[in-house]
Nanobody, 118 residues
Framework: QVQLVESGGGLVQPGGSLTLSCATSGFPFSSYDMTWYRQTPGKEHELVASITSRGTRTSYADSLKGRFTISRDNAKNTLYLQIHPLKPEDTAVYYC???????????WGQGNQVTVSS
């Protein structure tokens, strides 16, 4: 059974830091490119950051560069997203996504709410 479980969200003050995790199981994590998306009510998913299967390349949304860091631990089958400093506009549900063109499959987590407010 494929599972992607995000955690680490919650209520954080502006200027603070947060690390989101995405723990996975049920598929060969080290063979999948991983991406973090976020979504606010009434809007489509916004791509935040991506990392290749071996972690050799990362990419970020232009508007978010400098505050977000994506990483992965293939030994732990886990994806991470560090955010600092947090801004109120970072308030959203954050999702992790796994994609493989080789296996022709794409998986989503259930989402984790991040609220940035004083």
């Amino acid at each position: 059974q494929v599972q992607l479980v995000e955690s680490g969200g919650g209520l954080v003050q502006p200027g603070g830091s947060l690390t989101l995790s995405c723990a996975t199981s049920g598929f060969p994590f080290s063979s999948y490119d991983m991406t973090w998306y976020r979504q606010t009510p009434g809007k489509e998913h916004e791509l935040v950051a991506s990392i290749t299967s071996r972690g050799t390349r990362t990419s970020y949304a232009d508007s978010l560069k400098g505050r977000f860091t994506i990483s992965r631990d293939n030994a732990k089958n886990t994806l991470y997203l560090q955010i600092h400093p947090l801004k109120p506009e970072d308030t959203a549900v954050y999702y992790c996504n796994a994609d493989s063109t080789y296996y022709e499959t794409n998986y989503w987590g259930q989402g984790n709410q991040v609220t940035v407010s004083s």
